[in-house]
């Protein structure tokens, strides 16, 4: 296996970097690579960790940080992503052989854990330099972590699935919220109600819990400090919200100064017309309400309207789905990997493979928590799934600008979510049937 994976990471490094190898990977986005703006991964990377203004900078500090530990360099950053990309998959399967004990059902679950890394519409990320790819990788890694603490809890296992979780929700503000609202009251009801766990492991799931709160408030408290949580919400007003009569009622109930100025900005997003939202005298009065209310009626609306955006969610999946990212394709990863795979083998691409994964994956762990005699594993699954869907629906509703891009990395937990969650039942389910077996033969 050691081998085997070091050839099909060689492998797969040429097919994704050797052809466009001599450009050196140049950043090619304006929101990745633009002199004229402060707000960019290689502006906030020029500050440098060394100094206060870097943690309250406008974007989350891990991704600068890893921009900053390669000298700024985009061919080594690229290198960096890869290598990170490929190492947080073979931990991952690495993990799947471990939690399932079924060899025939692991080795599958291997084959399908890969079939997703060597899609175009996942490693393609690894050759820009945006938080997309670092993003997905420190995803799978703290997936893997949990999924060992689930295996085998101890107190050092819990600690390692904090640091890589902490670390993957300080790399995109996006991710505060699966954390905030799965994570943690998943771990702290955990730590209350399995009373056979040791008290170390109990401690530190608690202690970890807590220290998560408070980086989800540290990055919305940075990120409103620099005023980067206005353009999401100018780029929804602009793109959703106006548009739509029910959450556009429902905003302006909420103090939303509708007025003719506001409501020629339907359609528009923060970065139109020289930035009218940010700029125009005439809508002085919406960016009070925004930087105030606006903001918190924003938050409370995923909950309250959550309705109203999952309707808007469920009429996008199927561009979301079948989407390849081309417009990001910049060095054509698309014509050099594998793109969506048939049976829907590399995770759903359509809204009915979306479908029959969930489907399946509900009704194997259902099934298999009345039989399995260890829960552990299920209730991994189940968390990680979870996790995924409500990290889809925040990517989703956060922001109404370059929806595709931000859905890429969610999209990537959820496929390996549903993997590993119709494995983990099915094994479970497998070793009761083994098991009966095993007492019929003693029997007779």
């Known amino acids: 296996m050691l081998y085997g994976s070091a050839i099909a990471v060689a492998l797969f490094s ?21 002199p004229g703006r402060t707000d960019t991964y290689y502006a906030v990377a020029r500050l440098t960790p060394f100094r206060p203004s870097f943690y309250w900078s406008p974007r989350p500090i891990v991704y600068p940080a890893f921009v900053w530990l390669f000298g700024r360099s985009s061919h080594l950053i690229v290198l960096g992503q890869t290598a990170a990309y490929c190492g947080a998959f073979a ?19 291997v084959v399908l854990l890969a079939l997703i890394a060597v899609q175009a519409r996942f490693a393609l990320w690894n050759t820009q330099i945006l938080s997309e790819s670092l993003g997905i990788s420190l995803g799978i890694v703290a997936m893997a972590a949990w999924g060992r603490v689930a295996l085998q809890p101890t107190g050092r296992r ?10 993957w929700l300080l790399e995109r503000d996006a991710h505060t919220v699966p954390v905030a609202v799965v994570v943690v009251p998943a771990t702290v ?3 209350l109600v399995a009373r056979s766990l040791a008290p170390d492991v109990r401690r530190r799931l608690l202690g970890g819990a807590l220290v998560a709160v408070l980086a989800c408030g540290y990055v919305y408290g940075a990120q409103k400090s620099s005023g980067r949580n206005r353009y999401p919400l100018d780029n929804n007003v602009g793109l959703r919200i106006l ?20 409501a020629r900005q339907q359609g528009k997003t923060a970065f139109d017309d020289n930035r009218r939202f940010v700029n125009d005298p005439a809508l002085a009065r919406y960016r009070r309400w925004a930087d105030g209310p606006g903001a918190r009626r924003m938050v409370v609306s995923l909950v309250v309207r959550a309705r109203d955006w999952n309707h808007l969610l469920t009429k996008a999946w199927r561009g979301i789905l079948a989407d390849d990212d081309q417009a990001y394709d910049g060095y054509g990863v698309n014509h050099r990997l594998p793109g969506h795979l048939p049976l829907q083998l590399g995770g759903p691409n359509t809204r009915r493979g979306l479908s029959t994964w969930l489907l399946l994956a509900v009704a194997v762990l259902l099934a298999s928590t009345l039989v399995a005699s260890r829960l ?12 995924a869907l409500v990290d889809i629906y925040v990517s989703y509703v956060g922001d109404a600008l370059e929806v595709n891009r931000h859905l890429a990395g969610p999209l990537s937990r959820l496929s390996v979510m549903l993997v590993v969650s119709v494995a983990v039942g099915a094994d479970a389910l497998w070793q009761m049937l083994r098991a009966r077996r095993a007492e019929v033969t003693v029997d007779a």
């Open 91 to 109: 931990v991952l399967c690495m993990t799947a052989q471990r939690l399932i004990r079924t060899r025939v059902i692991a080795n599958a679950a």
């Open 243 to 262: 548009p739509n009569a029910p959450l556009r009622a429902w905003f302006v109930a909420g103090g939303m100064p509708l007025d003719a100025a506001l």
């Open 14 to 34: 040429v097919r994704l970097l050797g052809q466009p190898w001599n450009t050196h990977f140049r950043p090619q986005f304006p929101d990745a690579f633009n």
């Open 376 to 387: 552990g594993p299920i209730v991994f699954a189940a968390a990680g799934l979870l996790v």
């Open 158 to 167: 819990v600690t390692w699935a904090w640091v890589w979780t902490v670390a």
């Open 189 to 191: 009801a955990l730590a």
